[in-house]
């Protein structure tokens, strides 16, 4: 059974920083894109980032570019993603979700998600 | 930006039909995924490229789309349909994008 187990959320101080990581277990790791997809509380979905499945491409969107940085090591099945100069507008569950192929395309989808951690960004 | 625009709400009577649209342009030429989400949980597939279905979900959903709109059809209505639905798009300027979601309400 495929199984991701996101953790490392928690509360932090405006223009701090913080790892979160994606613990994925029942597929082979590398062999799949990975994204992060983040929801405010009460709010729609919002797509983060995303990485090739070798971990030599790597995708953000605008809102957290040059702010947070996603990684992944393929020897732990684990996927990363550094938060920094956090922001209150930051505040979110974080959702790591598999996608279908290494590469990334028009094609892909997300399946499954993880349960998510949630990160709360205040004084 | 690539915006995906969805009803804020729908309703259905129990045992109904359900449909819920996604509209954007130029929807007709992308694939469109849509997942259910209910209160604290993690989002599930429920049709992927249009029309296609995963494992597990039943056959009650049912995806279309044509020109401007991409229609999610949720056929004898259930309680436990009760969720917030979002559409999904990838889009090459802007990557993922997500509709804005609409919750169904089963009467």
């Known amino acids: 059974e495929v199984q991701l187990v996101e953790s490392g959320g928690g509360l932090v101080q405006p223009g701090g920083s913080l790892r979160l990581s994606c613990a994925a277990s029942?597929?082979?790791?590398?062999?799949?894109?990975m994204s992060w997809v983040r929801q405010p509380p009460g709010k729609g979905l919002e797509w983060v980032s995303a990485?090739?499945?070798?971990?030599?491409?790597?995708y953000y969107a605008d809102s957290v570019k040059g702010r947070f940085t996603i990684s992944r090591d393929n020897s732990k099945n684990t996927l990363y993603l550094q938060l920094t100069s956090l922001r209150a507008e930051d505040t979110a569950v974080y959702y790591c979700?598999?996608?279908?192929?290494?590469?990334?395309?028009?094609?892909?989808?997300?399946?499954?998600w993880g349960q998510g951690t949630l990160v709360t960004v205040s004084s | 930006s690539y915006d995906l625009t969805q009803p804020l709400s729908v309703s259905v009577a129990l045992g109904q039909t359900a449909r819920i649209t996604c509209e954007r342009s130029?929807?007709?030429?992308?694939?469109v995924h849509w997942y259910q989400q209910k209160p604290g949980q993690a989002p599930v597939l429920v049709i992927y490229?249009?029309?296609n279905r995963p494992s597990g979900i039943p056959e009650r959903f049912s995806g279309s789309h044509s020109g401007t709109t991409a229609t999610l059809t949720i056929s004898r209505a259930q309680v436990g349909d009760e969720a917030n639905y979002y559409c999904?798009?990838?889009?090459?300027?802007?990557?993922?994008?997500f509709g804005g979601g609409t919750k169904l309400t089963v009467l």
């Open positions: 130029n929807i007709g030429s992308k694939n």
């Open positions: 979700a598999k996608e279908i192929e290494a590469a990334r395309s028009e094609y892909n989808w997300l399946d499954p």
């Open positions: 490229r249009d029309t």
């Open positions: 999904q798009v990838w889009d090459s300027s802007t990557d993922w994008v």
């Open positions: 990485i090739s499945g070798g971990g030599g491409a790597t």
């Open positions: 029942g597929f082979t790791f590398s062999s799949y894109a």
